[in-house]
């Protein structure tokens, strides 16, 4: 059994983790933690979601001496914001555990990024140069053995499994560039109050317009520049993607389709739609990323949905571990 830390528990995706972790028949809850200062300290998980109430009657403990927790810990989930999984996973890294940071910490390589796209200048290149960028489905073999797992954001998996197939595939025109209007529920803003989150506040609306962080994260992963633009919807969780892309001339339904199924025909976890389009209601609650397409001679529109706290956080991080460690990737998913 794998001895498994959450840190950042009294979070959506910490609680996620926490229930899977729970289920996991190879892994046992070896602590859930949050920092220091954290006003959830030394309260039970199910008082602050009500939902684990006698499932997960377990204390939030005060992270305060990182190397005493890193020495039993076999693995450590970082569902903490990103200058903190910046600072921390380094120290459990050196205490020999596998770390899957759900941050944007260690996702991208490129110069400049973090200074311009996060606040800080990274102190860490060598471990942001060994981090396995999770996107499970394209990522299975390099999982494999990894130290640190930098799991990939929400909107960022959404965009890149509708995208890669026509991307690996050369179908896309290169000379336009593919545009992802995707709309997420409040809960990705997380779980402190803020007006600008409030349900009966948030109007639709979009934010970071050319300057949200998981535009370049996107662009960096798939290997072409996009145009993102996110936007806040008055509803808890879900997203939907809708991806506007141009065909090269030429290419058939039957290339488009054939794509599309070399990719996930069998991956369990994505969900091609035939028919139909993929919506928040489908997904909501369950691991997976529904996709599906249309075209109008050489324009395609693709749409996929995920849950943005599962197929967006925690379970594509579970999922990550399950082919880290060579067990069923659906393992505590399904």
Request: hydrophobic letters at 45%.
């Amino acid at each position: 059994m794998l001895n498994t830390l959450i840190i950042g528990a009294s979070g959506y995706t910490g609680a996620e983790l926490a229930a899977m972790v729970l289920r996991h028949p190879n892994l046992t809850l070896g602590g859930l933690f949050v920092s220091e200062g954290s006003r959830d300290a030394g309260r039970l998980l199910s008082a602050l979601h009500p939902q684990f109430k006698g499932v997960l009657d377990v204390p939030l403990q005060p992270l305060s001496d990182v190397a005493a927790v890193a020495a039993n810990a076999d693995v450590v989930f970082l569902a903490t914001a990103h200058e903190v999984s910046h600072d921390l996973a380094p120290q459990f890294l050196a205490a020999g555990c596998v770390v899957l940071d759900l941050s944007g910490a260690f996702r991208v390589r490129a110069s400049g990024f973090y200074p311009r796209y996060y606040g800080f200048e990274h102190q860490h290149p060598q471990w942001l140069e060994q981090a396995v960028y999770g996107l499970a489905e394209w990522q299975a073999s390099e999982l494999v053995g990894a130290q640190l797992i930098a799991v990939p954001g929400c909107y960022p998996t959404a965009s890149q499994l509708a995208l890669k197939p026509l991307v690996e595939a050369g179908l896309l025109d290169p000379q336009m560039w593919p545009v992802i209007n995707a709309v997420s529920g409040v809960s990705g803003a997380g779980r402190k109050a803020a007006l600008g989150s409030n349900v009966c506040e948030v109007s639709l609306q979009p934010y970071g317009v050319f300057t949200h962080r998981h535009q370049p994260e996107i662009a960096a992963h798939l290997g072409i520049p996009v145009i993102f633009t996110p936007h806040l919807g008055n509803f808890p969780r879900g997203i939907v993607a809708t991806i506007t892309a141009r065909l090269l001339p030429q290419v058939s339904d039957a290339q488009i389709a054939d794509a599309f199924n070399r990719a996930y025909a069998a991956q369990p976890l994505v969900r091609l739609y035939d028919s139909g389009w993929p919506s928040v209601r489908a997904v909501v609650g369950t691991p997976y990323c529904d996709i599906g397409y249309a075209r109008d001679g050489e324009h395609l529109i693709v749409v996929a949905a995920e849950d943005n706290l599962l197929k967006g956080a925690a379970a594509q991080a579970m999922q990550c571990l399950n082919l880290r460690y060579g067990f069923s990737q659906t393992q505590a998913l399904l």
